[in-house]
């Protein structure tokens, strides 16, 4: 099916429009559930089985968005392709074709050793990851092109609620089998075969992946193919000479870093000191994703008549508050952390806002471009990062304590406090973004 260039009514483009976005709700409720099933916890506790360790914990959760630098070639793959619904269904179908190969591939006994087994699942991992990303690439495009500006801060914060409602669904039934075939595999006594209870997850996942492309097969191109005709180098990187959306890549860079220096060591505590299971861990991601997900499309509203830009300023405040109920939470008071999952909710500004500044700051012919750029950057540093802070937590963790204004810390509060510092720092970049005042829309309509 190629791409829709023939001249329609006013009416019959918002026909068809209306109809487009009812399709992209479907397919995220859908990718949301396939997400949920199988997410980084998931793999990171799979990989526990392999002995896994702070610096493969840090590739797990690095090595996709390393790959995913790649994606800068997005615009060039898709104008090769020459239809962007093609090429976007096709990325995501191949990314949960590698997803099924992952538990299938890894399993004790089909490599030589669990090291291999190790490599196999950060190999495969990443490969999904590059496909998804790429399909999300031109589907972000597609938006852009879709969804009018006056309302797709509204359309990103509802699709946005959908999709993290999915997510917890998944998380939930993941957490539900993962526990129930814990318990049986422990009852039938054979515990080594609890990681089975994983592999439904990710089947289950890869299976509902595929589903969610049948959506796509219905959404509209509304306007002309220009968004496809990008097949030359500079316009690639084109966005990197615009010094509007430079400061935001500055912005965006910090705030990957931010996360990414953090996430061995908030993994490896709750699983080694605070004695969180995963199905524990998921009800708390399951909580404040689901509390997300009702706000999300009030956040859409608001940005809408507000800006982008306050919204990313008073979430990431908040979020960077959420890494303190790490360094005060203990063995014997563990659940502190739930006010770390408390004050994660305002991610919800977070994603809500940040793709659709993107989209904002972009000249429409572009689109693919800027979506490209912003996410092969900003996924570059936190995979680079993640490295980083699986090493320093390597090298932090051979140390007892260190000193501080709370007297002596150990190597996890240290990386907390850290990391509550950078996210910080990334407020006060994210407040110097200069969003052009016309994308600020005047009609509230729907």
């Known amino acids: 099916m ?3 260039t023939t001249t329609v009514s006013l009416a019959e483009k918002t026909k068809l429009r209306r109809l487009g976005i009812r399709c992209l709700y479907g397919n995220a409720i859908l990718w949301g559930l396939g997400n949920g099933l199988v997410g980084s916890a998931l793999v990171i506790y799979l990989a526990s089985f392999y002995g ?6 840090s590739l797990i959760l690095a090595a996709p968005r390393l790959i995913g630098v790649l994606r800068l070639a997005t615009p060039l793959l898709m104008s090769w392709i020459g239809n962007r619904r093609r090429f976007t269904i096709i990325c995501f179908l191949a990314s949960a074709a590698f997803l099924l190969a992952l538990p299938l591939v890894s399993a004790p006994k089909i490599l030589p050793s669990s090291e291999v087994s190790l490599a196999a699942v950060v190999f495969l991992w990443s490969c999904y990851h590059f496909c998804e990303f790429l399909g999300t690439i031109a589907l972000w495009s ?5 969804v009018p500006r006056r309302i797709r801060g509204r359309f990103v914060g509802k699709r946005s609620g959908i999709l993290n409602a999915g ?4 998380m939930l039934l993941g957490a539900a089998i993962t526990w129930f ?3 049986h595999a422990k009852n039938q006594g054979h515990p080594e075969q609890a990681w089975l209870g994983y592999v439904i997850c990710v089947v289950s996942g890869a299976m509902i992946f595929s589903l969610a492309t049948f959506p796509l097969l219905r959404v509209p191109n509304v306007h002309s193919p220009i968004a496809i005709q990008q097949s030359h180098l500079r316009e690639i990187f084109t966005p990197f000479f615009d010094r509007a959306f430079l400061r935001y890549l500055i912005y965006g860079g910090w705030f990957s870093l ?8 908030q993994a490896l505590f709750q699983i080694r000191v605070l004695n969180i299971t995963y199905a524990q861990r998921i009800g708390l991601d399951g909580t404040s994703q689901g509390i997300q997900s009702a706000v999300m499309p009030w956040i859409g509203r608001v940005i809408d008549r507000r800006g982008n830009v306050p919204v990313l300023v008073v979430s990431q405040l908040l979020v960077a508050g959420g890494l303190l109920f790490f360094v005060i939470a203990t063995p014997e008071q563990r659940w502190w952390i739930a006010g770390a999952y408390a004050m994660w909710i305002a991610y919800a500004g977070i994603n809500v806002a940040m793709p659709n500044l993107v989209l904002n700051l972009t000249k429409r012919e572009l689109y693919a471009s800027y979506v490209a750029v912003w996410f092969a950057w900003t996924q570059l540093v936190y995979a680079l990062s993640t490295v980083a802070g ?7 963790s051979q140390q007892a304590a260190y000193p501080s204004i709370f007297g002596e810390i150990d190597h996890f509060a240290a990386i907390f406090l850290l990391g509550f510092v950078l996210r910080l720092i990334a407020a006060g970049l994210a407040a110097r973004v200069d969003e052009p005042r016309n994308t600020v829309s ?4 729907a």
Do not use: C, M, P, S
Request: no cysteine; proline share 0%.
């Open 2 to 4: 190629g791409e829709d």
């Open 142 to 146: 597609w938006i852009g092109d879709l």
């Open 167 to 170: 997510q917890v669904a998944g």
């Open 390 to 396: 699986g090493l320093l937590f390597d090298w932090a």
């Open 442 to 445: 005047l009609d509230h309509r």
């Open 258 to 265: 931010a996360n990414g220096i953090t996430g061995a060591a």
């Open 52 to 57: 896994a360790k702070g610096l493969a914990i």
């Open 181 to 183: 075939w814990q318990e």
